[in-house]
């Protein structure tokens, strides 16, 4: 497609639930990027793939936090046992892959997860 | 550290009052600088990407600029449309791609 598309809006879990967010990247798009945006917008980088292949994890907290891109499927973001501080927008972004000059990543509308 | 900053924090114009918005980093090797746009509810949308210090983009009423230290986005007889929060990010080398935002300008038109 030519816009990122992530599923769901909005997600509502209890304290301890899982959570499993979505990403579409747009079609020829080999690198796709999670960021959270939490409050005065802050966006704090997670973790960013090329093609199935994690690139850069430096961001992602290890111990509840995974996510995959498999081919033929969309990218996911998954949440063990949320926390409330988890509560946030999540962001997935994607680019061409590109030789010389960096292109600019085209993000989705976000997934809004509120933890109760 | 790296750090991009953005001021001001919120902006209110009139309509058809020009002003900038700044955009100051202190990182190592910028390879680019975007800015973005984002309205309520939605993800960031792009506007600009400059690579080198002197480098000027223009679409409509928005021109952004970059030296060597920061980024102005100048924003010529605003309209109420152009309400929205405006990033900037950074991309450099830092043993890894890295690309950082700014907190953004919350920028106001009043009709």
């Known amino acids: 497609g030519e816009e990122v598309a992530q599923t769901p809006k909005h997600l509502v879990r209890g304290e301890g639930q899982k959570a499993k967010l979505y990403c579409a990247p747009i079609k020829g798009h080999s690198y796709v990027f999670w960021y959270q945006q939490v409050l005065k917008n802050e966006f704090k980088f997670l973790i960013s793939f090329q093609n199935e292949n994690v690139f850069d994890e430096t961001g992602m907290p290890k111990e509840r936090f995974s996510a995959k891109c498999l081919p033929n499927s969309p990218c996911s973001l998954e949440i063990q046992a949320t926390k409330l501080e988890d509560s946030a927008v999540y962001f997935c972004a994607s680019r061409l892959t590109g030789t010389g000059l960096f292109s600019p990543l085209h993000f989705g509308n976000g997934t809004r997860l509120t933890v109760t | 550290e790296d750090q991009v900053t953005q001021s001001p924090e919120a902006l209110r114009l009139q309509e058809g009052e020009s002003s900038s918005l700044n955009c100051s980093y202190t990182v190592s090797g910028l390879r680019g600088l975007f800015w973005y746009r984002q309205d309520p509810g939605k993800g960031p949308e792009f506007l600009f990407t400059?690579?080198?210090a002197g480098e000027e983009k223009e679409k409509e009423r928005l021109k952004a600029t970059l030296t060597k230290k920061e980024s102005f986005l100048h924003i010529t007889a605003p309209k109420p449309e152009d309400s929205a929060t405006y990033l900037c990010a950074a991309f450099y080398f830092l043993g890894n791609e890295k690309l950082t935002f700014g907190t953004g300008t919350r920028l106001t038109i009043i009709p």
């Open positions: 400059l690579y080198s």
